[in-house]
């Protein structure tokens, strides 16, 4: 094994007295892996959402489209300024990023939104809400 000198962030997990060292991983690793990929996952979906692409996102952040790519992904962890900024543009909550659970702002955004539209397209909306409501309860085996 060489034990050369390494820049601290090299030797994040560093062992010697593992074989493969660099690219070995605890189960809390894996868990925080899994976890990344989620968070990425999110940030795609509403990226999507709102029809924004990597490049649109990396320049109003000011960042490189490829640290975009490598959060999506679920290679890199974000910083909490840079997540700042992403949600945003992204007009989510970080809750909602990092836990994937929605928040009162998520909903107030939505009802801000349904709130615009015209008597039968509001209609439409409580319908749909309602029928996907019943078709939940139904699949729990509540209805």
Known sequence: MNFSARRSSD???FSPFLPDNRNHRTGGEY???ADLKKIGG??????????????QIAERMNVSIQMISNIERGNKAIKIDNLLKLC???KTSTDYILTGKRTDNDFDHLASKISQ???????????LVDY???????????G
């Open 132 to 142: 996907r409501l019943q078709d939940s309860y139904i699949r729990k085996g509540e």
């Open 11 to 13: 030797c994040a997990g």
């Open 31 to 33: 868990r925080e892996t």
């Open 88 to 90: 945003d543009i992204l």
């Open 117 to 127: 539209l015209t008597e039968p397209d509001y209609k439409m909306i409580e319908m």
């Open 42 to 55: 999110r940030i795609v979906e509403r990226r999507k959402e709102l029809k924004l692409t990597q490049e």
